[in-house]
């Protein structure tokens, strides 16, 4: 059974940080391109950023270029986001994917980006 656990939201002011995690199972992580996608309150999902299956590309929506990363670890069956200058706009729920398969959707992660 695929599984992807979603983790690390919160609230923060402005201008801070979070790095999510994204935990998954239940198929070959190595194999495949992941995906953040990020649904804020009353809009529709949007893409937020992708990486290579190797890692050793990665792309970023236009809006969060320069203050997020992303990155995975094989090992560990995960990939992260790092999360930084957090503005207002950033608030939504962050899921991951793969974008090229779309397994079965975790339960996301909240942040809230509110002074």
């Known amino acids: 059974e695929v599984q992807l656990v979603e983790s690390g939201g919160g609230m923060v002011h402005p201008g801070g940080s979070l790095r999510l995690s994204c935990a998954a199972s239940?198929?070959?992580?190595?194999?495949?391109?992941m995906s953040w996608v990020r649904q804020a309150p009353g809009k529709g999902p949007e893409w937020v950023s992708s990486?290579?299956?190797?890692?050793?590309?990665?792309d970023y929506t236009d809006s969060v270029k320069g203050r997020f990363t992303i990155s995975r670890d094989v090992a560990k069956n995960t990939v992260y986001l790092q999360m930084n200058s957090l503005i207002p706009e950033d608030t939504a729920v962050y899921y991951c994917?793969?974008?090229?398969?779309?397994?079965?959707w975790g339960q996301g992660t909240q942040v809230i980006v509110s002074s």
């Open positions: 990486i290579t299956s190797g890692g050793g590309i990665t």
């Open positions: 239940g198929f070959t992580f190595s194999n495949y391109d």
């Open positions: 994917n793969s974008l090229s398969i779309l397994y079965p």
